[in-house]
């Protein structure tokens, strides 16, 4: 609400007239006290730099009119910086101005949603959407007149049409990790065959089910976080074909805080980040077994049980956590929680846009961080 009345036109108006000099005085008076009241100091950061909080709830946001946006548990932006959320609502979108539910196009799944891809090729933008209907394609804009294909196993070669996660490969291909495994399909018409059992048997991936999944730079391999069997990384072979290469996982010998992998995120230098539920795994180069670096909140971090990485333009990473959110320098650690302006410190999901705005998916709603601001939606 601060920024909102200090960019209304009152105090000037006021000031126009003198007999309403006091008036104005006083305006001024209470505006000052708001945002000094507003402050909150960065942990690890001087007094220079503050940081205020507001809701973004107001009657110039329309999210304050009836959207509901709970688990947010997955965030992706589009090439015109639209920022689009899987909730428990269904697909809801912002583009700066006006919120969305998109809940209009009958064949679009709108039940029991667990992730949304976005990617862009020579054909044009689209969307995948994970859910226990199956792999859902559709065109970018996403509107109720776009044409669906739902991918299951009654029209396609797909492992399982219980779909977990679906993340963008190399080109056309897209990655599909489901309960029985990993499907992959290239220029939706060729789906790749699996020949990773010797690596991973179907009944692995429903022992310890996919939790998460991430692309390497060169989006031919794939790394998915599993509920219990640390890392499984699978590759597009030469022959079109998913191969499988050895597990990370804490038995390999491997130093991995944990085999209950909740997040992965490839760096662009290509350096491998593991969240789990005891804390932050990081590997470098292509030696399997060196190369392993442990955080844990003994080093800095929030909260040990991580779920979302990311990385910002400053090459910072961003971890969000059960407790709050952490960001990592690459030598020190800063810290938010609710106290700072957080809407939750239970960080389902983070994404940052072309702006350099970070927004955080929570249980209870959305926050973005711009400028030192924390805005609640």
């Not at 804009?141 to 299951?152: G, S, T, Y």
């Not at 219980?162 to 399909?185: C, F, H, Q």
């Not at 022992?207 to 640390?230: E, F, K, Q, R």
């Not at 991995?256 to 980040?273: C, H, K, Y």
Request: glycine share 10%.
């Amino acid at each position: 609400m601060l920024r909102q009345i200090m960019n209304t036109g009152i105090t000037r108006n006021i000031l126009l007239g003198p007999a309403h000099f006091v008036i104005a005085v006083v305006i001024i008076m209470v505006t000052l006290s708001m945002r000094n009241a507003s402050f909150r100091l960065l942990p690890g950061k001087n007094n220079n730099y503050p940081v205020t909080s507001f809701s973004g709830k107001t009657d110039s946001l329309p999210n304050g009119k009836g959207i509901s946006i709970k688990n947010v548990k997955t965030i992706v932006v589009d090439e015109n910086n639209i920022k689009w959320f899987c909730t428990d609502a269904g697909i809801i979108s912002f583009n700066g101005e006006n919120w969305k539910l998109h809940n209009v196009n009958g064949d679009l799944p709108i039940r029991d949603l667990r992730d949304i891809a976005y990617a862009v090729n020579p054909e044009g933008s689209e969307f995948w959407i994970a859910s226990p209907a199956g792999a859902t394609f559709v065109r970018h804009p996403l509107d109720d007149q776009k044409e669906v294909i739902i991918f299951n196993k009654d029209n396609s070669d797909i492992l399982s049409e219980e779909v977990i996660r679906i993340v963008a490969g190399k080109n056309s291909l897209r990655w599909i990790g489901t309960d029985k495994g990993i499907s992959a399909l290239l220029r939706l018409d060729h789906w790749l065959t699996p020949s990773y059992d010797i690596h991973y048997p179907e009944d692995m991936f429903q022992d310890w089910p996919i939790t998460s999944m991430a692309t390497s730079i060169g989006g031919d391999s794939l790394y998915a976080g599993t509920a219990g069997a640390g890392i499984v990384r699978v590759y597009r072979d030469e022959v079109d074909a998913i191969s499988g290469a050895s597990v990370y996982a804490q038995w390999g010998p491997i130093i991995l805080p944990s085999d209950n992998i909740l997040s992965v995120f490839i760096a662009p230098d290509g350096t491998q980040w593991f969240g789990t539920e005891a804390g932050i795994a990081k590997h470098t180069g292509n030696d399997t077994l060196d190369n392993w670096t442990v955080y844990t909140t003994e080093d800095g971090l929030v909260d040990n049980f991580v779920q979302a990485i990311i990385g910002d333009q400053e090459g910072k990473l961003w971890f969000g956590t059960r407790g709050g959110v952490s960001i990592f320098n690459g030598s020190s650690w800063i810290s938010y929680t609710t106290g700072d302006g957080l809407a939750s410190n239970h960080i389902l999901s983070i994404a940052i846009d072309h702006n350099g705005v970070v927004w955080m998916g929570t249980d209870v709603g959305i926050t973005a961080f711009e400028n030192g601001e924390f805005i609640n939606y």
